[in-house]
């Protein structure tokens, strides 16, 4: 099956500065890639997803890339802010199956 | 429209017992799906349930299983409780079941075995 791979586990970044969060997978198939962001105590939450069919998206201060070629995808959060601190949870799909997460990143933004 | 509603919020239960969670879709939602949720080990897949039907499975034990009803809500029973099922277990669903679309996921349901 598929095997998602998440680093880092841990980021610290100072406020305004950009973060990046990188994730690799194993199935070629693999066609959707969405983001989540799971606030301390709460429930994971959507923030930006990929097609396969798109090489980078982007949403305010979110962007997401993908390289098919290499098996990896990454999101890149500029201008970061407090409010950006959570733990951020990358999955790929394929039609039809299971969503694979890789094991997260916690995030903290430091004022 | 009401979220993903999860219940319980919160249970201890001792080695040796069996818990069922319970869970809620968004409505219009067939599609939903369970994940075991650890420190370290990210989102888990346990199974998924669309139209009373389970679609998918993840490589858990039979000791974890599931049902959904004909209303989409669906229930998921862990028996013979170990203290490694100390997690918490997320429900999400859908509108379809082709995991090509977001999910709604419920606030879960935190399970303490000890």
């Known amino acids: 099956g598929e095997n998602v791979e998440q680093h880092p586990s841990t980021l610290s970044v100072q406020e305004g500065d950009s973060a990046v969060i990188k994730c690799t997978y194993s199935?070629?198939?693999?066609?959707?890639f969405p983001w989540y962001k799971q606030e301390l105590g709460k429930r994971p939450q959507l923030i930006i997803d990929i097609r396969s069919n798109v090489g980078e998206k982007k949403d305010q201060r979110i962007a997401v890339t993908l390289n098919k070629t290499a098996k990896h995808f990454s999101l890149h959060i500029t201008e970061t802010q407090p409010e950006d601190s959570a733990v951020y949870f990358c999955a790929a799909s394929t039609p039809g199956n299971q969503f694979y997460f890789g094991t997260g990143t916690s995030l903290t933004v430091i004022p | 429209k009401a979220g993903v509603t999860q219940t319980p919020r919160y249970l201890i239960k001792t080695r040796g017992q069996q818990v069922t969670l319970s869970c809620s879709p968004i409505s219009g939602h067939r599609s939903v799906s369970w994940y075991q949720q650890t420190p370290g080990q990210g989102l888990q897949f346990l199974f998924e349930y669309f139209s009373e039907t389970q679609r998918n499975k993840g490589n858990f034990p039979g000791r974890f299983s599931g049902r959904q009803f004909s209303n989409s809500r669906s229930e998921m029973n862990v028996s013979t409780l170990e203290l490694g099922d100390s997690a918490l277990y997320l429900c999400a669903s859908s509108l379809t079941n082709l995991f090509t679309g977001e999910l709604f996921f419920g606030e879960g349901s935190r399970l303490t075995v000890l």
């Open positions: 199935d070629s198939a693999s066609n959707y």
